[in-house]
Structure formats: structure tokens, C-alpha cells
């Protein structure tokens, strides 16, 4: 079954610091792997998108990694601010044939 | 950028009413477009899948003569909730994909808050 987990399922950092989210996936077959970030009562915004030959991808703030062997990928934000507090959801995309699997999220609150 | 609107941003209905949301791509043709569900603190659930002009291809679970489909043009779908009732509250988001979409990627809406009393 495919199956996408995050963790930690929350998180509370202080404003200025920095913090790495985590993704493990079984999905089969794989063509690529994103990160969105949700705000409240909002639609997904995408952050990265990695196929299987990359291994790293930045955005901003916004840095991901993929590892294609180990199946695991992590999204780390750097000097976080206020408005990085959302949900980050990894998302494993199976390619035109196949649906999207979704990760549970990790729900971020970046505080003063 | 692609965009992706969805209208209205919210909807409070009665018990037993129809509520029709509309899901438009503002800037690209739309060959696909999909439509979810989630609920509190949960992911985003696959409802169904639409190709403009064929029907809706839903999963399983969801029932097909409550939540209608309708993807007559290339920039909009719609979804309308039949005789809606309480535990079809949630927020309703779609997304919409281009024929030849690089990275297969989809743009999602803002989403709907779809409340029923």
C-alpha cells in the first residue's frame, strides 16, 4: 500500500530559528516528490518539486532533500518567521497514470 | 504563475439543500482537474478525478448521484453537494492540471468551507 508519513506531527519553534520536517514514502512507481505548505482554510501552495535524479531544491527559506534510495526527503526552513506557521504536507506524485499520495503533514507554529 | 480560483470561499446551508461550488483555472487550460476533501487536522482525500468533457472518475467510497461533477469547459469544474446533510461539512479544495503539465503538477484552490446545519 502507499502509504507517505511525516513527522513530527507538530511543531513550536521560536522566530528566527531554524527547523527540519521529515518524510518517509513506499510509493510505487515514483516520479516526484513535493512539498506544499497549507495555511488555515487555505488550498495547498507548492514549495519544491524533486524527481528521482534530484536530490536537493530550494525555494527561499525553503530547502528539500530526496533521497530516492532510502525513499526519505525532509523540507528544512531556515530563520523561520511568524508566517512559516501552516502545514507542511509532502505529497508523492506516481506519475500521469497514477494519483497522489499525501502525507499527513507536520503542523508548524513559529511563536515570539 | 498558474492560478486557480474556487467560488464561494465559504457556504452555511440547511439540511437537505443542494450547495454548487465552482473550480476555475484562471490562466492555463485545465484537461484535468480533481477534486478533494479534509478534514480538521487530517490530509486531503481524493473525491474524484474529472477529464474535461467525460465524466468524473470517483473513488471508491464516494457516492457518485450525491457529489456531482460537471467539467463542460477547459477553465471550469463544478461540484454540487446534493441533498446536503451535517457530515458533509468539511472543506472542499480542487486542483486543476494541465495537459502536458511538467512535473505532472497540479494547482490547487483556495478551498471552500462548506458548512450544513
Known amino acids: 500500500k502507499n502509504q507517505v508519513e511525516q513527522s513530527p506531527q507538530s511543531l513550536i519553534i521560536l522566530e528566527g530559528k531554524n527547523c527540519t520536517l521529515q518524510?518517509?514514502?513506499?510509493?510505487?512507481?515514483?516520479?516526484?516528490l513535493r512539498w506544499y505548505k497549507q495555511d488555515t482554510g487555505r488550498g495547498p501552495v507548492s514549495l519544491t518539486i524533486?524527481?528521482?535524479?534530484?536530490n536537493t531544491k530550494s525555494n527561499g527559506r525553503y530547502t528539500a532533500t530526496l533521497d530516492a534510495d532510502t525513499k526519505q526527503s525532509s523540507l528544512h526552513i531556515t530563520a523561520s518567521q511568524l508566517s512559516d506557521s501552516a502545514s507542511y504536507i509532502c505529497?508523492?506524485?506516481?506519475?500521469?497514470?497514477?494519483?497522489?499520495?499525501f502525507g499527513t503533514g507536520t503542523r508548524l507554529q513559529v511563536t515570539l | 504563475g498558474a492560478v486557480v480560483s474556487q467560488h464561494p470561499s465559504w457556504v452555511i446551508c440547511k439540511s437537505g439543500t443542494s450547495v454548487k461550488i465552482e473550480c476555475r483555472s484562471l490562466?492555463?487550460?485545465?484537461?484535468?482537474m480533481f477534486w478533494y476533501r479534509q478534514f480538521p487536522k487530517q490530509s486531503l482525500m481524493l473525491m474524484a478525478t474529472?477529464?474535461?468533457?467525460?465524466?468524473?472518475?470517483?473513488e471508491q467510497g464516494v457516492e457518485k448521484d450525491k457529489f456531482l461533477i460537471n467539467h463542460a469547459s477547459l477553465t471550469l469544474s463544478t461540484l454540487t453537494v446534493t441533498s446536503a446533510h451535517p457530515e458533509d461539512s468539511s472543506f472542499y479544495i480542487c486542483?486543476?492540471?494541465?495537459?502536458?503539465?511538467?512535473?505532472?503538477?497540479?494547482?490547487f484552490g483556495p478551498g471552500t468551507r462548506l458548512t450544513v446545519l
Open positions: 518524510c518517509n514514502y513506499t510509493v510505487s512507481p515514483f516520479s516526484n
Open positions: 524533486m524527481t528521482f535524479s534530484e
Open positions: 505529497v508523492v506524485d506516481g506519475g500521469t497514470a497514477s494519483k497522489l499520495t
Open positions: 490562466d492555463f487550460q485545465a484537461t484535468t
Open positions: 474529472s477529464n474535461e468533457g467525460s465524466k468524473a472518475t470517483y
Open positions: 486542483s486543476a492540471r494541465a495537459r502536458d503539465a511538467v512535473y505532472n503538477e497540479q494547482f
